[in-house]
């Protein structure tokens, strides 16, 4: 079975990405680090319940990749927004071979102390406009939500919205189900809502 990870915020620069995270929550994120293999950067923000959240952008200090960046961020434009949520799993290979193949390909991946795999289209962009969820398998027992500060914030609610939401929901059915995420009809898009020290917020 699939499990809710992590939230992705994604802009045009990282500074960008975490301010429209501070604005909507309240509270600042940490440092996060760089991810050679894509060539992006990123800061952190611990949540309930195993959770975090990350804003993400291109890293203008690293060396382009030599292969379309993850979470769609080579066509990225526009505000900062929520652009991607993230499932984990035990055994990726086994979940791919269930789900169509432009759910991606394993990659290895490494930031500092962490190890893990990540499945990830050839082209960047998961399936549904990039509403599809990225799939993630952590690699021994650290993981980003237990070395973060605690930020008082928890998750209530996912919308995941697309005008194809019946096919979406049916292709994860069979491996997710989570009373917080909804998958819904309607224009292509992810919105959040969270308990805070400054009461409930939407970050979109």
Partial sequence: ??????????????DEAS???????????????QHAHFGTHNRLLGLEDGLYLEAISVDPAAAAPGRARWFGLDGFSGPPRLGNWILRCDDLAAVLAALPSGAGAPVALARGDLRWQMAVPEGGVLPFDDRFPA????QGALHPAGMLRASGCALRWLAVSHPDAGDLSGLLAPHFADPRVVIEPGASM???EFDTP????VLR
Avoid: C, K
């Fill in 135 to 138: 799939l993630i398998q952590w």
């Fill in 1 to 14: 079975m699939l499990a809710l990870d992590h939230l992705a915020v994604s802009g045009a620069t990282l």
């Fill in 198 to 201: 400054h009461g409930r917020r």
């Fill in 19 to 33: 301010e429209h995270v501070a604005a909507a929550l309240g509270v600042p994120l940490q440092a996060g680090g």
């Fill in 190 to 192: 992810l919105m959040a």
